[in-house]
């Protein structure tokens, strides 16, 4: 079956330093990716995607690539800020049915 | 426009008591999806309506789960005779259709199970 693996949190960094949340996946077929956010007392919202390998989603500054030979999904950003601090979930959808298997979420703290 | 939106956000139930979480999602939208978030853990799917019809319900952890779309749009997840392991957070998304994969979420509904 499907599933996520991401790294555990929470990641804790000081104003401008570089973030790297790992992800990496398992899939019977070809899926799709996305890294989802959920900022503290809001839903969950689609942060950026990749449809195919090699494929880079990128949206706010974040970039994930989707990379098929090390079957991950690194979610990255240069320079964090303190409303950055929410918690990132990897997920997958498998191509033609839209049912997302996530991660279990890693919480990132961002302090001043 | 609206997004979706869930109703109880809050929910307190005595073990054995029934309880009904309702999802209303984003108009026109043909798809709606339940998944069920315990404490520290990610989503896990329960079920899948493309409008009525519900396609998947294979993450329905028991019986005691059903869900319901009657008319394509609203949704109902009932929960029989709650049990502790029940408590969690009641995701429901809806996408466009089956297959533009962007799903929108609504906020949730946190069913603690006393």
């Known amino acids: 079956g499907n599933s996520v693996t991401q790294m555990e949190g929470p990641v804790t960094l000081s104003e401008e330093a570089f973030l790297t949340i790992n992800c990496t996946y398992t899939a019977t077929g070809y899926p799709s990716l996305f890294w989802y956010v959920q900022y503290p007392g809001e839903g969950l919202q689609l942060l950026l995607k990749a449809t195919k390998a090699d494929d880079k989603g990128s949206n706010k500054g974040f970039e994930a690539t989707y990379r098929k030979e090390t079957t991950s999904f690194h979610l990255e950003k240069g320079s964090v800020q303190v409303s950055d601090s929410a918690v990132y979930f990897c997920a997958l959808s498998d191509l033609g049915y839209s049912t997302l298997t996530f991660g279990k979420g890693t919480m990132l703290l961002v302090s001043p | 426009g609206a997004g979706v939106s869930q109703s109880p956000r809050y929910k307190v139930a005595k073990r054995g008591q029934d309880v009904a979480l309702r999802c209303d999602p984003i108009?026109?939208?043909?798809?709606l999806f339940w998944y069920q978030q315990a404490l520290g853990q990610g989503p896990e799917f329960l079920t899948y309506?493309?409008?009525?019809?519900?396609?998947?319900k294979s993450g329905l952890p028991s019986d005691r789960f059903f869900a319901e779309r009657p008319e394509g749009s609203v949704s109902t997840l009932k929960i029989q005779r709650t049990q502790q392991e029940d408590s969690a957070v009641y995701l429901c998304?809806?996408?466009?259709?089956?297959?533009?994969?962007?799903?929108?979420f609504g906020p949730g509904t946190r069913l603690t199970v006393t």
């Open positions: 108009s026109g939208h043909v798809s």
């Open positions: 998304a809806s996408s466009l259709d089956g297959e533009s994969y962007e799903q929108y």
């Open positions: 309506f493309q409008n009525e019809a519900q396609l998947d």
